[in-house]
């Protein structure tokens, strides 16, 4: 019995020192930082672009997190440090930035917000969404996707868009929530980025809103402060305006950077 | 005896490391923000719009799980018939699931699209966006820990009351409910208690199957992931009477597993 007790306490010092081992190899000088990989979080509708961007950038491919842009900004306050930001806004980019908390942001793509439907389905105009019986997802009102639909709902003029919203059935955290409940079959219609109905591969038919409603969505990236990758994240946010990687977001349904 | 000396001092530090860890991130709940704040952030109406349909919902969970559970468990504790332990595995499979999983598996299942999705819109039920759809991936969720509880308990009842209860001439029915029940009860109510904790815990099951909207589905734990992009305290202040509430749960597991450990010993 107490040779078994002996072996399983040897065991545990063995896993202890082990794992304090790894957290050391973890932390060694900067000869080592190039060679891993940038961290980067980003809005969940870049998921499939950056997927492929990721593939070519030096340093290897980024440990991604995708979420909701403002979920990502929430955890940057909260002591979060990823290499990179990249938001589905301008707005929450610049804000870190006024915090002190991420360098100066790029204006690197734009997106178009559409009406996204099954691909089978009967909507066809955003007229349809007036009828009451059609079940619409939205993003949350915090998360970028959210506010652009408000903008465009709110240009439609109140009685309109209160008709509309009387249709909301779930406020997602991320559009790439709204892209779920759309494929599962659980709602009629959503509104997301154009990119979304693209990486969603015909199983979602996009319905473009009128150009007087269309509002601007402009995706930013910052650098944050305090990593020790600056060089490396530099270069990560600067392809993502030319070449390699404005080709694969443009291939991936995003549109150019506002000049 | 020299080997007792360091694995002492191993399992004291090991205690005190295990100890830190766990308490440290829930003290911080409260440490943050002052609890004038932690209060003031709880008039926000989405909040407690959210805390009130997780109480409705967790308690509609709840009466499900226990007017089919117990019976079920009962009836594990008590048949022995071919593929049992298949079927205790299978009952206990939400158990292991996690969350996500849980939630794509009821929209396969019971979606619009899903397998049962036919039937259940002839019937005129619908489960995704609506408050049912919440209670339902809570029972999903929750259910295996009160019914692995209670058949737990159910089986720890001494067999010559029932044999006893059976030759004065009652029913099964009303051996159930006078001698199961009772001799069982705090094996019950702690399963419960588990099963509750569970449920007002849910996130993803619910995101996924249910969809998230105030008043409608939109559960404390939801409200929260919502409220840290916009408004840290009021996250905080959602979290700390969530806190509060599983803590209470879980000293009431304990309290009522106080009294029934004495009698799983003696046996």
Partial sequence: ?259 | MSAVRPFRAIVTVALAFALCFLTLPVVAIFAGTPPGELVASLGDPAALDALSLSLQATLAALAVIVVVGAPAAYALATRSFRGRSAVITLVELPLVLPPAVAGIALLAALGPQGLLGGWLEDAGVRLVFETAGVIVALVFVAAPFFISQAQAAFSAVDRTWLDASRTLGATEARTFLSVMVPSALPGLLSGLALAWGRALGEFGATLIFAGSLSGVTQTAPLAIYELFATDLNAALALSAVLVAISAALLLSVKLVGGRVAPGLLAR
């Fill in chain 1, 1 to 259: 019995m107490r040779r078994a007790r002996a072996l399983v306490a040897g065991l545990c010092t063995l896993a202890a020192l082990a794992s304090l081992a790894a957290a050391g190899c973890g932390r060694q000088g900067p000869a080592q930082d190039a060679e891993e990989p940038l961290t980067v979080s980003a809005a969940a509708s870049l998921a499939e672009a950056f997927g492929r961007y990721g593939e070519g950038v030096e340093g290897g491919r980024p440990r991604y997190s995708f979420a909701g842009s403002d979920e990502l900004a929430a955890q940057i306050r909260q002591g979060a440090r990823p290499d990179v930001y990249a938001a589905a806004n301008t707005k929450l980019p610049e804000a870190l930035h006024r915090e002190g908390l991420v360098e100066r942001p790029v204006t690197f793509t734009t997106n178009a917000l559409v009406l996204a439907v099954p691909a089978d389905s009967a909507i066809d105009a955003l007229s349809d969404l007036e009828r009451p019986g059609a079940d619409l997802v939205v993003g949350s009102p915090s998360v970028p996707v959210g506010s652009y639909t408000r903008e465009v709902l709110w240009r439609l003029g109140p009685q309109r868009a209160e008709l509309i919203l009387a249709g909301v059935r779930s406020r997602e955290p991320d559009v790439k929530g709204v892209v779920a409940k759309l494929v599962a079959g659980a709602a009629d219609a959503g509104f997301v980025y154009r990119s979304d109905v693209v990486a969603a591969g015909g199983r979602l038919r996009a319905l473009a809103l009128p150009g007087r409603l269309r509002p601007q969505a402009a995706y930013a990236a910052a650098v944050v402060r305090g990593g020790e990758r600056h060089a490396l994240a530099r270069r990560f946010v600067g392809g993502l305006r030319s070449g390699r990687g404005a080709r694969i977001l443009r291939a991936a349904g995003f549109g150019p950077p506002p000049r």
